[in-house]
Structure formats: C-alpha cells, structure tokens
C-alpha cells in the first residue's frame, strides 16, 4: 500500500527566507508524485507533479520540488517566501497502477512579515 | 471552461439525519472522485466513479454512498450521519477524464461543501 508521510504540522519562515515543507512516500511501483495548495475555505489546487523524466520539477508561483528515489522523496521548495504563500500544503502520491491519489497529512506554512 | 463545482457550499445536519452532496466535474471528463477532509486527518479518498459506475471505493462504512448521472454529474450520500462525519467534503475530476488510463493526470478539486453535524 501506498503512503505518504509529511514531516511537520507546521513550519513558520519570514517572508524573504527559504521554504522547504518535507514529503517522504512508500509506494510498491514507481510512483506519480504530486504537491496541491489549499488556501482557507477553498479547495485544492495543484502546485506541481512529478510523472516521469526530469527529476527537479518546476511548478506554479515559483515552488519546485525534487524527485529523489533513492530517499524516498519529494521535498518542496521556494527560495523566497511571500506573505500569499501562507496556505496548507499537501502532498500525494499515485501508484501507476490506481487512479486514487494517497494524500499526506498537510503542512501549514505560516509566513511572518 | 468551467471548473468542477459543488453545491451545497454548508450544510448542517443533526445526527441520524441524512445528508447530499453534488458535484459537477469539468465539462466533458466523466470521472467523479469524493474525499473526505475531516480535522487532523487529512484528505481520505471516499468513492471514485467513471462513466456510471462505482470503479474503487475508500475505507468507510456502507453509509457512505453516492451514485454518477449519465450527465457525469455525481451525488455522494451518507446516512444516519454521526458527529464524526462532519468534515470538508472535495469533489475531484481528473484532466482528460479516462480513469485508469489517466494515472498520471492531475485532479482538479471543486471548492467543496462544509457539512456540520450537531
């Protein structure tokens, strides 16, 4: 079975610092990777996804994340936080085989002024 | 295009009571999945349906259903509702709307509905 483990309930970083929220997965196959950010009272939207290929993945609003097998991961990160950037984080993994998306538990990122 | 869009945006049930939810996916996809964002537990997958039919469902009790319209439209139901059931419910469709062969496609999640039980 699938699973997708997000270290850190909570990360808080000044606007202007480095953002890094932690994604480790376990998954039977190689695996579809994905990061969505939910900002209050909204639903999900999808910041970036991993499929095949390139392993540094470039999504929206200037975050990226890396593709790292050998440890099992799928760090997030932006090198410089803005204030509109505060929002709960999730990431989810599909194995090749299911339609369904495994989603972690959420990071909320709080950025202070 | 349209967006997938879920009606009602609240809804407040007291327990034993049954509660509908509805979602409309993106014009012309024909997937339809529910999950359940309940607090500290993250988003669960529910019920999955493509073209009509029940393709996978989520580790919830029986009380947990829904159905798909030919229209693609879809309606998750859950009866004798308990306090617990009171969550954020997501409606997703995946881009190009093939189920199984659309692996790898993002899902585009509705805005959901607040469901409430007192």
């Known amino acids: 079975a699938q699973s997708v483990t997000q270290l850190g309930s909570h990360v808080s970083v000044s606007e202007g610092a480095l953002v890094l929220l932690r994604c480790n997965y376990s998954s039977s196959v190689p695996p579809y990777l994905f990061w969505y950010v939910q900002y209050p009272n909204q639903g999900l939207q999808l910041l970036l996804k991993y499929t095949t290929g390139a392993t540094l993945v470039k999504g929206i609003n200037g975050f990226e994340a890396e593709f790292k097998k050998s440890e099992t991961s799928f760090h997030l990160t932006k090198p410089s936080a803005h204030m509109s950037d505060a929002a709960e984080y999730f990431c989810?993994?599909?194995?090749?085989?299911?339609?369904?998306?495994?989603f972690g538990k959420g990071t909320m990122l709080l950025v202070s002024p | 295009e349209a967006g997938v869009t879920q009606s009602p945006t609240h809804l407040i049930k007291t327990r034993g009571q049954q509660a509908t939810l509805r979602c409309s996916p993106i014009?012309?996809?024909?997937?339809v999945y529910w999950y359940q964002q309940a607090l500290g537990l993250g988003l669960q997958f529910l019920l999955w349906y493509d073209e009509g039919e029940e393709r996978n469902r989520g580790n919830f009790p029986p009380r947990f259903s829904g159905r798909q319209f030919p229209n693609y439209s879809s309606e998750l139901n859950v009866n004798a509702l308990e306090l617990e059931d009171s969550a954020l419910y997501l409606c997703a469709s995946p881009r190009g709307g093939q189920g199984l062969s659309s692996s790898y496609n993002e899902q585009f999640f509705g805005p959901g509905t607040r469901l409430t039980v007192l």
């Open positions: 989810a993994v599909r194995d090749s085989g299911y339609s369904t998306l495994t």
């Open positions: 014009s012309g996809h024909t997937s």
